[in-house]
């Protein structure tokens, strides 16, 4: 196959309340809120994207807040770590800062030269902060919350846990994705040129249940395109390759496929244009619901379903 994607798009996760998640990704994690519209597939539920200050692909973790949904079980078959990766030296700076928010965390671990920082998110979604020795080029996003030089500087990586090794081993090869090395049963490969990311660690749990997706456990896990056509063509290669995937569908700030590969976890390729500018200027990301054209005429409807967020940084005007 030619697909070869340059890392990590998004990772996708069901949340619980819209207000508690908005107040722990913007305001304990330092992310931002670059979009605030409604699940495509279930518009009367929010889905809230938080990343760099234009929300570029690699950095982006969005969710589909579901309060009254039952909480869901880590497990195989599923993403059960999303890594964000901060600066080098900021580990224990992030100790601190979650402790004095009320967060518990892990002791920091030391994996293949990287620093990692494991605790949970209010709805129980397992999260790490992974500090990679060559440090990470991207540019942080200054909210006011968490300061530049320790802000996360999007996503690190995801940890996939099967009951099986070789199919999903098999099926990132296909991807473009390179096998680069093994820790017992945790096997890694990188994307494109490697690095925070563009990674995914396959850890090999056959004894663990099965994970059900609900509250607290990520949907699904998407990756990178550079444009439609590229995504056409690869779509058209994993179909004559056996795979069952869905058709393109307009996600209004990307274009979509999905498929799972075959250890259980949904997959998506997302192409990264054209963004989250396309229906809001830059400096306003996130502060105002926005619908796609065909959802526009239900708008009355849909605000009144869905319930109350307030911006976490809308009460610090100074600090947007
Ligand atoms: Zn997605």
Known sequence: MSINTTGLHHVTAVGGEPQRNAEFYVRTLGLRLVKRTVNFDDPGSYHLYYGDESGKPGTLMTFFPRPDAPAGRRGTGQATTTSFSVPANSIGWWRDHLAETGVTTGRIANRDSEDVLTFDDPDGLQLALVAHPQGDPRDPWDNGHVPAEHAIRGLHSVTLSVAEEEPTAEMFGDLGLTFVGQDSNRLRFSAGAGGPGAIVDVLVTPGVA?????????????????????????????????????????????????????????????????????????????????????????????????PKLNLPSENNPELV
């Open 210 to 306: 099965r994970g059900l997706v609900s509250t607290g456990t990520v949907h699904h896990v998407a990756w990178r395109a550079p444009d439609e056509e590229t995504q056409a063509n690869w779509r058209a290669e994993l179909v004559d390759a056996g795979v069952k995937v869905t058709s393109i569908l307009d996600r209004q700030y990307f274009r979509s496929i999905y498929f799972r590969e075959p250890g259980g976890t949904l997959l998506e390729v997302a192409t990264d244009q054209p963004g989250f500018a396309i229906d809001e200027p830059l400096l306003e990301l996130g502060r105002a619901l926005k619908l796609p054209p065909w959802l526009e005429p239900d708008r009355e409807q849909i605000e009144r379903t869905l």
